[in-house]
Structures are given as structure tokens and as C-alpha cells.
């Protein structure tokens, strides 16, 4: 108003205020006379409560026109005809028009969008379908454990045993049998027993979908549930515990019938389960270089490179794709028209990623160190092979640090000790020997005149390295003999050092070994299933090899096998016991024989039992039962039983001492039992050296005796 008054005369003023009262004046008459205003003058009304504030509100509202008529604007104040509306007015029936050149996108009315949340569990299967892709793919079941066990979120474990097995039912025999090894090597490790039957059960709820996909889904469902029987992943009790959830007519108690009755008990139940898929990830080392060597002569004479490499891609042994490269360098050698096809066969898998940059150095490398005999019936061998070398690494599918020789990487050949070599070569006849005889005392007599205990470490590496490459038979003789030399001349130690050197090794093994990982996870289970080994020394003996070796998952594996449910049964019958020994069962024969004596047996009966059990190197755990027996019955009988068994020669000098010394370490827990222990072993000891029994006196026996000798370290 201010500002305005400046454009004003006085007069003009003047004018304006009478004008304004005049106006006021005939708007108060005009209210007055309509019908309307008895509620505007109520609203006016002074009073305070209500009236005032609905008074107040409607005063707000009344708007006033040019010709002095008065009207209650409708829409609570956003206007009517001749007024603008209120602020932010959204009422009516106006439309935005695009077309408007002032139109605003944000001036459309927000529509509310429900958006998809993601769900773990969905997540979780997507990881683990690619997971068991990539493992149908390369078979490596390492890998596959590790990654699954990255994945983490325990809670959907179940899922990985429901996907695993569906995903293979409508695949081949090979994908079968694989998802059966990885769910054995994910047991306890990754996936908890009560997870394994939880994500069968999973299967079995779904086995009336399976039916519409897959036809032989009841008997190939039953199948794996057997194989996880027979597996030890699953207890049998399995079966007619889940049998009772579910109806008789549903599919599900078709697949539980089908896998007990029709699979669990037929006789010979358990191999035949195993052997039903047809072993395929268990092919020897002769079988499938009998099929590489097959597919390269066939591509000789067809010349077709991609039908070539879908084969080497079927194999599922990319690991042992070393063996393709050598035995393709081999061709190329005996036929010369063959060399350009095998060139471009090499080149063209190794472009693919087909055939790695490790496996082709590896291939190559196995063919040099062989070149020398290959010579001998190609006298241009080397040659050849010296003009494929720079061919293969300019064109870009060998690499170049394959050509640098060890002078040039630093490093100087190592030259063997003769006694070594010597040594090797002594032990490998030796553990032929044994394998054909199953002499254990001729093969620890032969050791003991080598005379170089030095060297234990190599030995135990030599003979598992050569019963890997054998039956199951001289795996389980090489197990027991284990256990034997540490009883007879090995310590801890050797046997720890001589695992450490094939740990350190394994990756050279498997070249020619295909499942040496596993086996060699097996034999450290079993030896300390057999008690060479202490759970203790497997982690030792992790901690000594490199941290991104495949020696340490060999550990691990190993682990997972003596930590599972029913370990020590598994392990001990994990090869069949071929030789028929094992040492709980020795045991129990030893015990039972020696009750029998007790109880009132004849010592010409006794003796001969222990004469049929034919093991001499273990007549120690007879003398050391017969002192506990006769500690806990009071009864002196039992040295009588020993006097014989020493009379006839039947328990060596050397047994009894064993025995005797094997009593005097366990001896503070045995005083936990027999409070006399002490006094009785000492009354013993007395008896068997007066009846010369025992070796010349040890330390420890002259200790318990009371004597002061000097022993020599």
C-alpha cells in the first residue's frame, strides 16, 4: 500500500476510503435480506468455542464480487465459477495434456510399482546349478567341494543333494556315478549326515513331478538312495523311518520299496550297487590311454579336427589332457603324413582353452623325458621334435617357458647319491617280493640287513606310490605292513616325513595315477585308523606342505574321512581287506584265545592258535594281553602259556621284549585299574629275565626294576 500511495493525489484519496465505506455499507444490508445469513451471522456471533472457530472459517471463505453480491464459495475454498482455485487444487476433472509446450512429466501422478525381491534360496540354487555344471564338466571333485563350500548359508544344504541328483538323473551313466562320488567326498565335510537325508527326503516329495520328466525316475531315485546306503552317508534306518511319512499310492514309497527291496537285499548287495553306473569316474590310467590313443588314430584317418576335439572334450579328464599332447607327439614321430594333422590338432585344441597352457607343457615335457628311448626306434625323433618346439611356440599354443632349460632358469641338475639310487632300486624288488609272497617278517628282515633306516621316509613313499598303481589287494597288504614297521622299526616320524614326500609330490603322481588324491587321502585315514598316525600329526604334517598345494586338501580330505560317522569301519574295509588281516580283528582273536586258555584250555591248544593266526610280527599284543589278563585275574597261569610259546619259538626275544615294553608305557593307566600294576609287571619283569626272555635290559625297564644302568642314546 505504501508504494501505491505515491501514485495517488490527495483527493483521489479522499475518494477512495468514502467509496470503500459505501461499499461496506450495502454489503451488510444485502446479507441481511438473503436467505443465507442467519448461518453467516451465527458465524460472526462472538462466543468462544466452536462458533468462534467455525465463524472465523467461514469469514475466511466469503468473497465478494464486482457487483457487491456475497456467495459461500464451494470446495472449501478452492473457488467455483470466476474464482482460481486453491493451492495445489488436484479435485475436478482436469487432464494433463502432453501436448502443452508448459507440460511437466512430474506433474503425472505417481503409480506405485511392486518390485521383485530378490530371494535368497533362488540365488543359492542358480550358484550351485553352475557349480555342478562346471564339475560334470571337469570331473574335478576338489574343486567342486571347495566351491560349494564357499558358498556358505548352511541352511540350504539340503538343496545341493535335491539339485545334484535330479540334475543328473536324465544324463548318462558317467554324470550319475559322479554325483554319487561328490555327495560321499561333500559327507561330513560339507554337508552334515541329518542334511544328506533331509535333501533326500526333498527328492522323494518331488518324485511324483520327476515321473512326468523322467521316466525310469522311481528306479534310478531308489538306485541313489542305495548307493548312499551302501555309501555310509545315509544310515539304512533311513529307509523305513521316511517310508512311514508317506501315502502307499504316492511315488515316493515306490522309490523307498524299490531301493529295499529290489537293490539292498540282493545278495552282494553293496558292489553291485557300486558297480551299477559302471564306475566311470574310476577308469584306470591303462583304459583311458587306451581311449585317447583310439581317438587320435581315428582323427588320422578321417582329418576331422572338430569332431577330434568334441572327443578329448567327452573324455571329462581335463586334468589328464598331458597324456592327449604326448601320445599325439608319439604319432607324429611314427608317421610322418600324420605330423600336420597332429600340429593343427594341438593347435586348434589349445586355441579352444580345451587344452590348457600347463597341460600342453606337461605333454611335452613327459614326451622329452622319453625321448631318448623313442629314438631307439626312431632314429629321427629328436629331431623331429626339435623343429616342433619353436613351431608350436611361435604360433602361440605352447608356451615360451618351455624352452628355457634349467641352466637358464639358475638352476643346476641335481646328481643322486649313489647309495640312494641303490637304495631305490633295493626296496622297489623288495616291495615287488612282498606283494607276490605277503611275507611281512621276510620283508622286515630284508630292511633291517640294508641297514639304512635313514632313508624309511623313501621307502613308504616308494610302496604306497607303487600299490596306488595296483589293486586293492596291495593296498590293503600295504596298510597292514604300515602298521607293522611301526610297531618293528619305524617311528612317527618316518612315517610322517615319508607322507610329506608324497603329499609334496602328489601333483606328479596324478600324472599318471588318475585318483591318486583320493587314495592317498585314504591311506593317511587309514593309518590312523590303525594308530601309525595321531590326528595330531595330520595337521603336522598340513602345516609342512604349501598353502595353495593339492597336498593340503589331500589332508583335509582325510580329515573329513576319520572325523565321519563309522569311520573306522569304513576305512578299514575301504579296500575290501584283501590280505583278510586287519588289526581290530587280530585283536579280537588274540582276546579270545587267551580267555579261552584262562577259563581252563589246554597250552598245546593255545599255542596252536596262535601259530593259526600267522602273524609272528604281531606275537607282541600276545604277550601284552596275557600280562594285563593275568594282572586283572590274579592268576600266574598265563605265564606258563608264554614260557611254551618261547620254548617252542614261537614268540621271539624280540616279540616279548615288544610286549613287555608296550606294558610298561601304559602302565600309570593301567595302575588306574589294577592298583597293584606296578608291583605285579615288576614281579613279571623279574620272571622273564631270569628265564631270558627279553632283550638286554632297556632304560625304562631299569628304571621300573629300581636298578641304576646306563644306557647308550
Not at 573306522?568 to 580283528?585: H, P, S, Y
Request: net charge negative; proline share 3%; hydrophobic share 40%.
Amino acid at each position: 500500500m505504501a508504494s501505491s500511495d505515491g501514485f495517488l493525489t490527495e483527493e483521489q484519496r479522499k475518494r477512495m476510503e468514502i467509496a470503500s465505506q459505501n461499499a461496506e455499507v450495502m454489503s451488510s444490508l444485502s446479507l441481511s435480506s438473503s436467505p443465507k445469513s442467519s448461518s453467516l451471522h451465527h458465524g460472526k456471533a462472538p462466543g468462544g468455542g466452536q462458533s468462534a472457530a467455525a465463524g472465523g472459517g467461514a469469514a475466511r471463505h466469503v468473497r465478494r464480487t464486482h457487483s457487491g453480491k456475497a456467495f459461500r464459495v464451494k470446495k472449501d475454498g478452492g473457488g467455483g465459477k470466476g474464482t482460481w482455485g486453491k493451492l495445489l487444487d488436484t479435485d475436478g476433472d482436469s487432464v494433463i495434456d502432453r501436448n502443452d509446450p508448459n507440460y511437466d512429466s512430474g506433474e503425472e501422478p505417481y503409480e506405485l510399482i511392486a518390485a521383485a525381491v530378490a530371494d535368497p534360496l533362488d540365488e543359492y540354487k542358480k550358484a550351485v546349478v553352475s557349480i555342478i555344471e562346471e564339475y560334470f564338466s571337469t570331473g574335478d571333485v576338489d574343486v567342486a567341494v571347495s566351491d560349494l563350500r564357499e558358498l556358505g548359508s548352511s541352511e540350504f544344504h539340503p538343496y545341493i543333494v535335491k539339485r545334484l541328483v535330479s540334475m543328473s538323473m536324465d544324463r548318462h551313466n558317467k554324470e550319475k556315478e559322479m554325483s554319487s562320488v561328490l555327495l560321499s567326498a561333500l559327507y561330513a565335510d560339507v554337508i552334515k549326515s541329518a542334511q544328506i537325508s533331509q535333501g533326500f527326503f526333498l527328492l522323494l516329495e518331488a518324485a511324483d513331478d520327476l515321473v512326468l520328466d523322467i521316466l525310469d525316475a522311481v528306479d534310478v531315485l531308489a538306485l541313489f538312495i542305495a548307493r548312499a546306503v551302501v555309501d555310509d552317508i545315509i544310515p539304512p534306518a533311513f529307509i523305513p523311518r521316511v517310508r512311514k511319512m508317506f501315502p502307499e499310492a504316492s511315488k515316493g514309497f515306490e522309490v523307498l520299496q524299490t531301493a529295499e527291496k529290489s537293490y539292498l537285499s540282493a545278495p552282494h548287495h553293496a558292489e553291485l550297487v557300486e558297480r551299477r553306473w559302471g564306475g566311470s569316474t574310476h577308469l584306470t590310467v591303462d583304459e583311458v590311454k587306451k581311449t585317447i590313443s583310439d581317438l587320435l588314430r581315428e582323427y588320422i584317418e578321417s582329418g576331422d579336427t572338430s569332431e577330434a576335439c568334441t572327443c578329448i572334450r567327452q573324455l571329462g579328464f581335463s586334468f589328464f589332457h598331458h597324456e592327449v599332447v604326448k601320445r599325439a607327439l608319439v604319432i607324429a614321430m611314427e608317421a610322418r603324413t600324420a605330423k600336420p594333422l597332429i600340429l593343427k590338432l594341438l593347435k586348434e585344441a589349445a586355441d579352444e582353452g580345451l587344452i590348457s597352457s600347463s597341460q600342453m607343457i606337461k605333454g611335452f615335457a613327459r614326451f622329452a623325458d622319453s625321448l631318448d628311448d623313442l629314438a631307439l626306434d626312431i632314429p629321427s625323433a629328436k629331431d623331429i621334435f626339435q623343429s616342433i618346439v619353436p613351431q608350436a611356440v611361435s604360433e602361440g599354443w605352447l608356451d615360451s617357458s618351455y624352452v628355457k632349460s634349467p641352466v637358464e632358469n639358475g638352476l643346476k641338475p641335481d646328481k643322486s647319491d649313489d647309495k640312494l639310487i641303490r637304495y631305490k632300486q633295493e626296496v622297489v624288488t623288495i616291495i615287488h617280493e612282498y606283494f607276490l609272497s605277503d611275507d611281512i617278517p621276510e620283508l622286515i628282515q630284508n630292511l633291517e640287513d640294508l641297514g639304512m633306516p635313514e632313508y624309511n621316509p623313501i621307502f613308504l613313499k616308494k610302496l604306497i606310490t607303487l600299490a596306488m598303481d595296483r589293486k586293492n589287494r596291495e593296498k590293503e597288504m600295504a596298510s597292514v605292513l604300515l602298521s607293522v614297521l611301526h610297531i618293528e622299526i619305524f617311528s612317527t616320524e618316518d612315517i610322517a616325513d615319508g607322507f610329506i614326500m608324497l603329499l609334496e609330490s602328489a601333483e606328479d603322481t596324478a600324472l599318471d595315477i588318475l585318483d591318486a588324491s583320493n587314495e592317498l587321502a585314504f591311506f593317511l585315514a587309514r593309518a590312523v585308523i590303525d594308530d601309525v598316525l595321531a590326528p595330531l600329526n595330520l595337521e603336522e604334517i598340513a602345516n609342512k606342505l604349501p598353502s595353495n598345494g593339492s597336498g593340503r586338501e589331500t589332508v583335509l580330505m582325510a580329515r573329513s574321512l576319520v572325523a565321519a560317522r563309522h569311520a573306522g569301519e569304513r576305512i578299514l574295509r575301504c579296500w575290501g581287506g584283501g590280505t583278510g588281516w586287519a588289526v581290530e580283528d587280530a585283536k579280537d582273536k588274540i582276546q579270545k584265545l587267551l580267555e579261552e586258555y584262562e577259563s581252563g584250555g589246554v597250552v598245546g591248544e593255545a599255542c596252536q592258535c596262535i601259530r593259526d593266526l600267522s602273524m609272528p610280527f604281531f606275537n607282541h599284543e600276545v604277550v601284552k594281553k596275557a600280562l594285563v589278563m593275568a594282572m586283572e585275574k590274579k592268576n600266574d597261569r598265563m605265564l606258563d602259556l608264554l614260557q611254551e610259546c618261547f620254548g617252542e619259538g614261537l614268540i621271539t626275544t624280540n616279540q616279548m621284549t615288544k610286549g613287555f615294553n608296550r606294558i610298561e608305557d601304559g602302565l600309570d593307566d593301567l595302575a588306574l585299574d589294577i592298583p597293584n600294576a606296578k608291583d605285579k609287571f615288576e614281579f613279571y619283569l623279574e620272571h622273564a629275565r631270569k628265564r631270558a626272555w627279553l632283550l638286554p635290559l632297556t632304560g625304562s625297564f631299569a628304571r621300573v626294576s629300581g636298578e641304576d644302568l646306563t644306557v647308550a642314546a
